[in-house]
């Protein structure tokens, strides 16, 4: 009995008596001098693998053979280049409905082991079952539901085609049906279109990582103006890689324009529902990123008629405005403008001269009328109606007799009239007897010229 190194470098107790005790406890302990024998490297391989729990992992059955009780298994991965061997007791392959046959999708539990005598690592096969069509779907449509609830199918992320793309990126399987279709149908509509064609394999293990490298390859070419992604149909198997999560992801995070053209109408792979558009088919696809020339062509003639329709239009329009314009009496005999002006200014200076005339006249009425009343007022027009003025002749400032006290007897007078003045002596008061002898003798007088 002897002692050998585990894993982690403890040792243990070995039932191998040819073991030498001498033999490192670590592998990072041996030397050219003193090494493992392979045995001895071999048994804790076996020891840590087969510490390993059971797993269930998916993949395709391409080898099957049974011998005996066992049947032994190739299992390769759905998406890459990798393959592991398994093996079943026929128990557990007798719990199938359906036996396997090669091709088949299955699912299974299972334990990694290593054969000590050979050193080939294998898996015990402890369940297996088939993945049907509706386990794929229903596994598709886990994934549709979890990528579109982040968002990845949001209209709003979605990017507009060009008009007119001159460069298109078809991502397409090596000498296709489908991209004979895409390029035939493109020529067609539009001669001058131009492709950057990747062929890659567009099913089987490789081709979501062939599908993604070419895409971003495309996407990093800024003379690339949309890429279109297509496939002539299949199986639900074939279509797998469309709706495999990497290729939805790389797809919503490409800058380019991503058109989906897989020609499968039953069951839609996911990547319809992230690229920017949906075609139905490789065809379909062409016709919806190139315009039609010939469409075009008389687009543009029906345009450029309703353009010189539009014109003729708008310059018959003008033609009959400027006739308008033309045919009113200001621009058909502009003198008359001038005439009626002329008039105007006649007839405004005509009533300037009489209103002004109107004006000096009733100025001189007032002035007359002023002058009237301060003549009237005027101490000479009293005069001029047989009135005089007695002043004291020697009296002081000329005073004015106003009473007859204010000219006793003897005073002399002045007597003012309306043209020149007298002197005269003034003899008193003139009393009722004395102005009865006065009339009296004044009418003797006048009697006596008479006769």
């Not at 297996?128 to 609830?149: C, F, N, Q, T, Y």
């Not at 400027?322 to 405004?348: G, T």
Request: aromatic content about 2%; charged content about 30%; glycine content about 8%.
């Amino acid at each position: 009995m002897g002692y050998t190194a585990t894993a982690g470098g403890t040792p243990v107790e070995s039932t191998d008596e040819s073991a030498p005790a001498s033999l490192p406890e670590r592998a990072a302990d041996t030397t050219p001098d003193n090494p493992w024998p392979l045995a001895l490297l071999s048994r804790k391989l076996k020891e840590h693998i087969e510490r390993a729990p059971q797993v269930w992992i998916e993949g395709q059955v391409i080898e099957l053979n049974k011998r005996g009780t066992n049947a032994y298994l190739t299992l390769r991965d759905v998406e890459g280049e990798i393959s592991l061997s398994a093996s079943a007791w026929s128990q557990v392959m007798g719990r199938l409905k359906e036996p396997l046959e090669r091709g088949s999708r299955v699912v299974a539990l299972v334990k990694p082991e290593m054969w000590l005598k050979t050193g080939r690592l294998n898996m015990q096969v402890r369940d297996i079952r088939p993945v049907g069509l509706g386990d794929l779907l229903a596994r598709i449509e886990r994934l549709r539901h979890a990528l579109g609830a982040e968002g990845l199918f949001s209209e709003s992320l979605k990017k507009r085609l060009p008009l007119l793309p001159h460069r298109i990126g078809l991502v397409t399987g090596r000498d296709s049906d489908a991209k004979k279709d895409v390029l035939r149908n493109a020529a067609l509509r539009w001669p001058a279109v131009h492709f950057e064609i990747r062929e890659v394999a567009v099913q089987g293990g490789g081709a979501v990582g062939e599908v993604i490298r070419a895409l971003r390859e495309l996407d990093a070419m800024p003379e690339v103006d949309v890429i279109v992604i297509a496939r002539g149909g299949g199986s639900l198997e074939d279509l797998l890689p469309f709706s495999d999560e990497r290729l939805v992801r790389a797809v919503a995070a490409a800058e380019t324009p991503v058109v989906s053209a897989i020609g499968h109408e039953a069951d839609r792979p996911i990547l319809d529902d992230v690229a920017d558009l949906r075609a139905s088919t490789p065809t379909d696809a062409a016709k919806r990123i190139v315009p039609d020339v010939a469409e075009e062509l008389s687009r543009v003639r029906q345009c450029r008629d309703r353009l010189e329709r539009q014109i003729a239009l708008h310059v018959h329009r003008e033609e009959q405005q400027l006739a308008l314009l033309r045919s009113r009496p200001v621009l058909a005999r502009p003198e008359e403008m001038l005439q009626a002006r002329h008039q105007d200014v006649d007839r405004l200076v005509a009533r300037a001269h009489h209103a002004v005339s109107g004006a000096v006249v009733r100025g001189e009425d007032a002035v007359r009328h002023l002058r009237a009343q301060v003549r009237a007022l005027s101490p000479q027009q009293t005069l001029d109606r047989g009135y005089s003025v007695v002043q004291v002749l020697d009296g002081p400032a000329a005073a004015v007799i106003r009473a007859p006290e204010d000219a006793p007897a003897g005073t002399p007078l002045r007597v003012r009239l309306a043209r020149g003045a007298l002197v005269a002596r003034s003899e008193g008061e003139l009393t009722s007897v004395r102005a009865a002898k006065i009339h009296e003798t004044h009418t003797g007088e006048e009697g006596t010229a008479h006769e």
